[in-house]
């Protein structure tokens, strides 16, 4: 573990993830990567962009004047991000670590049995999870990645490392005719049921995470609506809201609804944050004035997010 342990989260006391744990879109999208397999140049540039990315975090520090900072970073990419940060004694920033593979439509391990070996060797503040599903998707493969994700929640409990489970529900197609082909109608009215649904099947079958992330909800029924099923039965989980890569108007206004709900205690932004700012630095050729460049827009555009939080 960092220096981190004992420390939660709370509504008044919030985690305000730096999400980079990107791998294959990372590369697609940005580095021109084919079929997830760069080349060494690809790979060094990828490297030392997750660098600058935690440099513009670490940058954003003494500008924060509550709440804690953390980072979500894969070993694959991040692994230095990863050193730094539990290294940093003087403004720990929380650690979590991605352990499924990137770029499956169904949860799947990244080192399939390997992966408690990984977490162990790391200790992460939290094992991060990204989940798709839907109640309406295919039962039997929803039954076979509940199995999954169950023995991963038990095995992590097993060596005292929270789950942070990232949940997305994309709509069927019966789903968006529903809500007239219109995907802000199906966020606002359809997708709240939907997560909080999932929210109870993965309970049903013994999924217990210390922390959902949750893409936003437009109104405060609704995020309470989620974050009471979340917290079904006396459980003492949390919630943060995730990015989503949305703009910034649609995510502030996510992180206005969130910080009106006690049981969000944060959220995990990334591309919306950083995206511009590595792609604008790859751009110019890199050097150190546009790494400087780029860390002030990523600590900019951080503690803007941080601003909305508004318990």
Partial sequence: MTDNSGWQPRHGDPLFIMAMDHRASFGKTLFGVKDDDPDPDQLA??????????????????????????????ERYGQDVIDAAK??????????????????????LEWGDQCLGHVEAIRPDY??????????????????????????????????????????????????????????????????GLVARVIADNQAHGVEPTLWKVEGLETAEAAQQVADQARAGGRRADLIVLGRDAPAERLDHWL???????????????????????????ASGPDEAAASTAR???????????AHWKP
């Fill in 127 to 192: 094992a991060k999870v990204l989940v798709r599903d839907n109640p309406d998707f295919d039962p039997a493969e929803r039954e076979q990645q509940f199995a999954r994700l169950a023995r991963l929640s038990s095995a992590l409990r097993g060596i005292g490392v929270p789950l942070l489970y990232e949940l997305l529900v994309p709509a069927t197609g019966a789903q968006l005719d529903r809500a007239g082909h219109d995907t802000g109608a199906y966020d606002r009215d359809i997708r709240p």
């Fill in 296 to 306: 002030d827009q990523v600590a900019e555009r951080y503690l803007g997010f941080v």
């Fill in 45 to 74: 540039a990828m490297k030392s962009a997750k660098r600058i990315i935690f440099e513009g975090l670490r940058a954003a520090l003494p500008a924060m004047t509550y709440g804690r900072a953390g980072v979500l970073v894969d």
């Fill in 87 to 108: 290294a940093d004694g003087k403004q720990p920033v929380v650690l979590a670590i991605p352990v499924e593979a990137s770029g499956h439509d169904w949860f799947t």
């Fill in 256 to 282: 206005e609804v969130a910080s009106q709900v006690s049981a969000f205690v944060g959220f995990a932004i990334g591309r919306s944050i950083w995206e511009d700012a590595v792609r604008a630095y790859e």
